[in-house]
């Protein structure tokens, strides 16, 4: 029996129809895999877009790096300790959320 067979026939009837658990999990997997391809979408535009950014700045970039390696030397230490900052800080927010629980 399909789904609108089922809802035909439950809107029909006088009383509840009887829990059925496997049409439950077939509508919750049916919501999960929308879920998960959406999410799976999302995920794989943004890291195209990504991507895209990084190649858009390397050509600028070969073409600069000779004449300033030692600027550049100090913009990839700078990066460095902000990328940690920014993961220590994400850490010890999660943390922080965690231990609220």
Known sequence: MDSEARLMRALGAKVAPARDPAFTLAVIR???????????LLALLRTA????A???????????VPGNM??????VVMAGAMLTLVGVARLMS???????R
Not at 49 to 52: E, Y
Not at 54 to 64: D, I
């Open 30 to 40: 049916a919501a999960e895999q929308r879920r998960f391809k959406a999410a799976t």
């Open 49 to 52: 877009g990504m991507a895209a």
């Open 54 to 64: 990084a190649a858009a700045l390397v050509l600028p970039l070969l073409a600069w």
């Open 70 to 75: 030692a600027a550049l030397e100090q913009g």
């Open 94 to 100: 999660q943390r922080v959320t965690v231990g609220a």
